[in-house]
């Protein structure tokens, strides 16, 4: 099987400091990648070069994309980066308003990205928005609000749907269920869950709540100063840690 | 003549405008950056149009000013007046007299002709700039023809009041190519943008001119379930009959009573000259 | 079946001064279709440890885990999470499940991984909660909120939807009352009887003995213990 995504060298300094440095993957179809570590840890600049919006210092990223397979996404024309950051590609921000256009209905947020790749049918734009704020959880009727009339976690759903209408093959998340309360955390990772065995995504989730991931990751990549300090399995890694920072990070859990 | 360089602005900076409105004609409905001057007029004026004007006057020009169709509102009287005084050019009413053509806000309803420039006054030049702010970003859209979000807020409008509600600078893509506001026009004349002069669009505070060559391609933006509609008030002209043109409503009192004339005041008044009566004609006296 | 062959596993801890702890070595045993094998030993002997070796969640240190051809000891990520969903079954003495997926879904999930439909998974479901006697107004609720003895058999149902070769079963019969454990010890005889390996940690001792077929004392793979 042909990775997905698969990641050689990649290395990104800010001046004579340490973004990340020295990271390799292979992301598989249908695989959930989580990267954990503390604030500074390199996680979110290893999304960040990941997904396009930072340019790395070195090292390649291979998509394996739907008409001439692995390509290195560093070396793409910018067109041809955006244009997967519209179609295969889907980018869940931390905080919603980052992810949304406030001042646009909750419809037309889900509508932007079938219309960015040509959708001309405003009676099928209306439809599938429709479909995909039920599949998120959010009434029907509420399609015509503005995400600023929205809770937290309802932003947050909305961005969703509004990242995987037009079926993305590959989605990044950074910190997806941070700021939400509990209760609400555990509704969206659930149906997260759902979403990514349905539609066969493969995802990298960057968080620093190993909760998260024990849920949601397949396996786990554990980030300390811009290194990449253990990977595996997500629940070996959490139950049988090898690495003296990972054994730090497991052991100060609060227990509940 | 007056002590003003002809046209008020120097050779220079008629030179550099000169420069983007050809770079505009080559690239339509691009936008060309210039170096937009302080005129002696408070922007929103029509700052831009009036630069645009002065660089394509000749001494053998004859202009005609129009301001949301009037030739008679103060922005047009003003306008009119400077260049009389800094360029000495003969200026006219008549659209079919007139050689370059300064407007705001309308299409003359007169067919114009390959030998007239059309030079609109605009206020906002960049059609994404409600929906993204950034400038660095828009540009990019235009650069990668990432058109998508025009579209978004055609479907805002649709939701939120049941058909295309955009009724003036409706967006159109200029030879298949660029998006362009075509500044604040009603969508009734959108159509008219397909036609045998040149257009030439001058943004003074912005600092843009985009153009639109003649026989150039215009194509308002639509919905394939909800088609372009370049509708009108459904009454005829109070004053010519003319069931054809666009209207100004016009308060007459205070208790209700209105008339629709047409905005396009030379061509209303050439259509009553030629007989053309309309319901509150002043009625023929007997001679 | 399972091969297990020279199997070693020692903790390092780093945040206590990097102390080694050696916890297993040696351990060898292979279980065949059909057959179940009950570690046995006393607490801390590494009964669970050696399983959650098999099941990949514990890294070994030397030695070779194989199941159904994968050497879990050395297998890539994927290969060992494919051989979780179609192969290799757990059944630990806890559930972990994220909150508010109902009961039927959570039991049906294993089931749905593989690419079942999702009728026909959710009917498995429903006649699994029906032999462990979970009434059928909690199968819409999240069993986080069950008593202790509920989750275990929403445990036992979820680990026995998928007709796995072969089989983890940490303590199946604990804190079951007596027919609840009866109908548990018959899904393990029909997992027995379909060619499923088992390998089984018995607390109860009449039940060790009515279903598995060896024992196998982990005690002799403690390190410094062992001859």
């Known amino acids: ?73 560093l ?182 | 003549m007056s002590d003003y360089n002809f046209a008020y602005l120097d050779e220079q900076t008629k030179r550099m405008i000169r420069r983007a409105i050809l770079k505009g004609i080559a690239v339509p409905g691009y936008q060309v950056p210039f170096a937009s001057r302080e005129m002696p007029m408070p922007y929103g004026w029509g700052t831009g149009g009036v630069q645009v004007t002065a660089a394509c006057l000749t001494p053998e020009d004859t202009l005609k ?87 978004v807020k055609l479907y805002e409008d649709i939701a939120r009041h049941g058909n295309i509600a955009t009724a003036y600078a409706y967006p159109v893509k200029v030879e298949g190519r660029y998006v362009m506001d075509p500044s ?14 040149i257009q030439l669009f001058g943004a003074g505070r912005e600092q843009r001119i985009y153009a639109i060559p003649p026989h150039t391609k215009v194509v308002s933006l639509d919905f394939e379930d909800y088609p372009f509609d370049p509708s009108k008030a459904d009454h005829p002209c109070d004053l010519c009959g003319a069931s054809h043109t666009y209207l100004d409503e016009v308060i007459t009192d205070d208790a209700g009573g209105r008339m629709f004339v047409c905005s396009d005041t030379d061509y209303c008044a050439s259509r009553q000259a030629q007989g053309h009566r309309g319901r509150l004609s002043p009625k023929e006296t007997a001679a | 079946m399972i091969e297990i062959e020279n199997l070693s596993k020692s903790f390092t801890l780093h945040n206590q001064g990097g102390a080694v702890i050696p916890v297993m070595q040696g351990a060898t045993l292979s279980v065949a279709p059909g057959e179940c094998v009950a570690l046995t030993g006393d607490s801390g002997a590494g009964k669970s440890t050696l399983m959650r070796m098999i099941y990949g969640n514990y890294l070994a240190a030397s030695g070779r885990i194989l199941v159904g051809g994968t050497d879990v000891a050395r297998a890539e990520p994927r290969e060992i999470l494919d051989l979780r969903r179609h ?62 003895g509920e989750q275990q058999r929403v445990n036992i149902a979820r680990g026995f939807a998928h007709a796995y070769p072969a089989l983890l079963l940490d303590e199946p019969t604990a804190s079951l009352d007596a027919t609840n454990r009866e109908t548990v010890l018959c899904l393990i005889e ?22 598995a077929d060896r024992e196998i004392d982990v005690s002799r793979f403690t390190p410094g213990r062992a001859a």
């Open chain 1, 1 to 73: 099987m042909t990775p997905l995504l698969s990641v050689r060298n990649l290395a990104k300094h800010y001046g004579a400091r340490i973004g990340c440095t020295d990271v390799g993957f292979d992301l598989y179809p249908g695989e959930v990648l989580g990267i954990v570590g503390e604030s500074g840890s390199g996680k979110s600049t290893l999304l960040n070069c990941l997904a396009g919006h930072l340019e790395p210092d070195t090292g390649e990223v291979l998509f394996d994309t739907r008409s001439d397979g692995p390509r290195d996404t």
């Open chain 1, 75 to 256: 070396k793409m024309s910018e067109p041809e980066r955006r244009m997967l950051g519209r179609t295969d590609w889907a980018f869940v921000h931390q905080n919603a308003r980052d992810g949304l256009r406030m001042g646009v209905s909750a419809g037309g947020n889900v509508g932007e990205r079938l219309m960015a790749v040509g959708a001309r049918h405003y009676g099928d734009i209306r439809a599938q928005a429709t479909d995909w704020l039920g599949r998120v959880e959010i009434a029907e009727d509420r399609i015509d609000d503005r995400p600023s009339a929205f809770s937290g976690g309802m932003q947050q759903r909305l961005q969703i749907a509004r990242n995987l209408v037009t079926g993305p093959r590959l989605v990044f998340m950074d910190e997806p269920t941070g700021g939400l309360d509990v209760s609400v955390q555990a509704r969206l990772l659930d149906l997260l869950r759902g979403l990514v065995r349905e539609m066969g995504l493969s995802a990298i989730i960057v968080t620093h709540d190993l909760a998260v991931v024990r849920l949601l990751a397949d396996r786990l990549m554990v980030m300390k100063s811009g290194h990449v300090v253990e990977q595996g399995l997500t629940d070996q890694v959490l139950d049988d840690p090898q690495h003296g920072y990972t054994q730090l990070l497991v052991s100060s859990i609060l227990q509940v």
């Open chain 2, 65 to 151: 000013v129009i301001d949301q169709g009037a030739d008679d509102t103060t922005n047009a009287v003003s306008i009119r007046k400077f260049f009389e005084k800094t360029a000495d050019v003969a200026t006219t009413e008549h659209t079919d007299k007139a050689s370059v053509i300064q407007t705001r806000h309308r299409i003359p309803e007169a067919p114009l002709t390959s030998d007239q420039i059309l030079v609109y006054q605009v206020p906002i030049p960049e059609p994404l700039r409600f929906l993204e702010p950034r400038e660095t970003e828009t540009r990019k859209m235009h650069a990668l023809e990432e058109y998508g979000l025009m579209h």
């Open chain 2, 184 to 197: 604040p026009i009603p969508k009734f004349d959108n159509p008219k943008l397909e036609s045998p002069a």
């Open chain 3, 87 to 148: 192969t290799l079954g757990y059944v630990s003495q806890f559930l972990r499940v994220v909150p508010r997926v109902p009961t039927r879904d959570v039991v049906a999930e294993p089931l749905l991984a593989i690419g079942t439909p999702r009728d026909v998974a959710r009917a498995r479901a429903e006649e699994l909660l029906i032999r462990l006697n979970i009434p059928e107004t909690l199968w819409s609720l999240s069993p986080t909120t069950f008593s202790g």
């Open chain 3, 190 to 211: 029909e997992a027995k009887a379909r060619g499923a390996a088992i390998i089984g940690i018995f607390h109860d001792a009449p039940a060790r003995d009515r279903v």
